[in-house]
């Protein structure tokens, strides 16, 4: 777990841990590869270099698509993630474009992320947990801290802190 400037070890859901992207020049790390390649993109769309523009963008969509690919991913390069996103088994992610993933979240295996009969999409808050096969749809926001459960179908708001389970999705009570 990263530690936060109080020295505490909770995950913060609104400062990104960029360590946790992190990935050395050759190490085999595909999931991190894919998030580097939507980075580099972001970056360099950005940039008011006509090299950049022209060039080097072309090399980070190559990238793109040539780790998404390797992981079986669906992850557009402009989509909105905020730092720290860890996805350890990227393979049959599919996000929309238009999903907000906050800092220091953790997403599994054959997760969707998507609307719902074209309606908006989730916007996922900082340091939520999903787990394999979930699916969270439509225009809803799941809270900071909140953990989604394997298999659950998310088609609620899912408030800060708690966890749903289950197809359809239902929220755990809190033990006091």
Known sequence: ?????????????????????????????PSRSLLASIRDYQRLSLSSNVFNKIILIKWATLRHRVWSAITGADIPVDCQIEGGLLIPHPNGIVIHPEVRIGPNCLIFQQVTI?????????????????????????????????????????LQDVPTG???????ARILKQDN
């Open 1 to 29: 777990m990263s530690k936060l400037n109080d020295g505490s070890n909770e995950v913060s859901s609104e400062i990104p841990d960029w360590s946790r992207e992190y990935k050395k020049i050759f190490e085999w790390s």
């Open 162 to 168: 708690r966890t749903a389970v289950g197809m359809p």
């Open 114 to 154: 998507g609307t719902r009969l074209g309606f908006g999409a989730p916007e996922i808050g900082g340091h939520v947990d999903i787990g394999a096969g979930a699916k969270v749809l439509g225009n809803i926001k799941i809270g900071n801290h909140a953990c989604i459960g394997a298999n659950a179908v998310v």
